[in-house]
DNA sequence: TTGCTCCTCACGTCACGTGAGGTGGC
DNA sequence: TTGCTCCTCACGTCACGTGAGGTGGC
């Protein structure tokens, strides 16, 4: 062994495959310090080692190559603690993830299924103070705990007088293709005057059947599908997109056992 | 809506995506109800729907499709508990690493490197009781603990006279091909009745520059990483697989900051 | 000289997502 | 009739792993 390694005994030294190394080498994370033009052959310097320990431990965080490249093109000390905090919230919201589909699951399996109050009624139109986005719905939780908590400060920063149950419009293409159009609101009487994020607008009349879930988001699914079941035995076309009614959710508490949601799926008015 | 679901409804129904259904498809994990001939559409039942929903929750613990397959397959519930069971035991090792992970990296960006003391030595030949098996570098940790505990049952079971500090032998290709034979001994007089694992043998002798690593194993590469610098400073060309001592470890106490791993780094003779 | 190491393609893995291009159903 | 839905390829994603087939270095 010279004073450079070659790339079996770099691999040695950093625990790092040679696969690994060379895709490092392509991806521009971890160059060679030379590579000899005649033979291809790398060559990698003792003070390369430190850097692919750090490489090493990021990845082992499961932290993406391409941010692993960011952090360490970063000289600034107080922005690069920033990117590594941001993913160790990251892992930390994973593992809470986990920890509720765990639950999630536990309930699924012993719990026998729920009676279902099943009802149907129209709602009319209504002038509302709106937060309205296209995003993915993997996002979506998130993306309501926020848009919900924001829209609920400005009505009561502006003082709009609230003349409903806050709720959510969510398009089909939000289901069925993942990504799509969603929109929370809070009827509201008042002019509302427009935010970044906030405006006025008219939430349409619908004919919905509806069902209350109980908790938090995590099972939801499982009132949407006492719902479909319902819908589909008495072969009620589906007529635009769902709706979700907060009767009480984040705006009033922080408390999930105490949510009470309105699933509304819209049919046709038959009556 | 009639009372089969298209696989839109059966998708909103479930909170499973259209690409995700048509992949659950073609997996043979869930097959719709019905598929006309003609057309392709597929045709999803209302009974489908609590299968999804396990389906659902299965994956968002990560669990491998085929797994989930086989689980859904099972109708013996003890057999159907335990692949559960299993694949949760997976995730809280999958925690327990990445919470290692974390401290690992605060470790490398906190504290300064350490003062290496580098040795070199010379190891005579010597008899032991072996377990030898090729395997994965990822899985080395788990096969490391297991097979030195049982070795160490061996020993005391047959009453070997122990004459030396246990070590293992790793062959190069275990580092840079992420796969290759591990050998872990325990020196000693005697001869080794055979078992299922468990064999007698010869440890080779070797001249070795060695370094001692303090701790568990996360932060092993570390003292690779050290040990490496070394010998390409001294320019001592690599002879033979890796070794390791174990002045302390998993056969002696379960506190792994006791431990105390001796890093064998083989080298020429050149007394 | 003989293995062992190193090289570059090229393709596989896993669970879908992302279009393209075309057709069916209300 | 017009959108919307549904269909089937075919390819992309991500971080490598797995060969194949050939060459360099000690």
Redesign the pocket.
């Known amino acids: 062994m010279a004073t450079s390694f ?4 770099f ?1 040695r030294a950093t625990h790092l ?4 190394l ?3 080498h392509e ?1 521009g994370l971890l160059v060679p310090a030379s590579v ?1 033009p005649r ?4 060559r990698y310097t003792a003070e390369q080692i430190s850097l692919a320990q750090i490489i090493r431990r990021f ?1 082992g965080l499961e932290m ?3 941010e692993i490249h960011a952090v360490l093109a970063t000289s600034d000390p107080a922005v690069r603690n920033e990117l590594i905090a941001t993913h160790l919230r990251r892992l930390e919201a994973e593992l809470s993830r986990t920890q509720d589909a765990v639950a999630s699951l536990r309930d699924i399996l012993e719990q026998p299924a729920k009676d279902h109050r099943i009802e149907r009624r129209r709602i009319e139109q209504a002038p509302a103070a709106v937060i309205r986005e296209t995003l993915r719905a993997k996002d979506a939780l998130a993306w309501f705990l926020g848009a919900m908590t924001e829209l609920s400060a400005i009505v009561k920063a502006q003082k709009l007088s609230q003349s409903g149950v806050p709720g959510g419009i969510f398009a ?2 939000l289901f ?4 799509g159009e969603a929109i929370v609101f809070i009827p509201c009487k008042g002019t509302v005057r427009p935010t970044a994020r906030v405006s006025g607008g008219l939430i349409p009349a619908a004919e919905i059947a509806t069902l209350v879930h109980e908790g938090s988001f995590s099972n939801v699914d499982l009132t949407y599908g006492a719902l479909a079941t319902y819908v589909a035995r008495h072969a009620l ?1 589906l007529h635009g997109p769902i709706r979700e009614y907060y009767h009480c959710g984040p705006q009033d508490t922080a408390d999930e056992t105490a949510w009470r949601t309105e699933i509304g799926w819209p049919i046709f008015h038959t009556g």
């Open positions: 070659s790339i079996g005994d691999s495959t040679v696969k690994t060379r895709h490092y991806a000899d033979t291809g052959y790398r990845r993406p190559v391409g089909n293409s069925s293709q993942g990504r076309p």
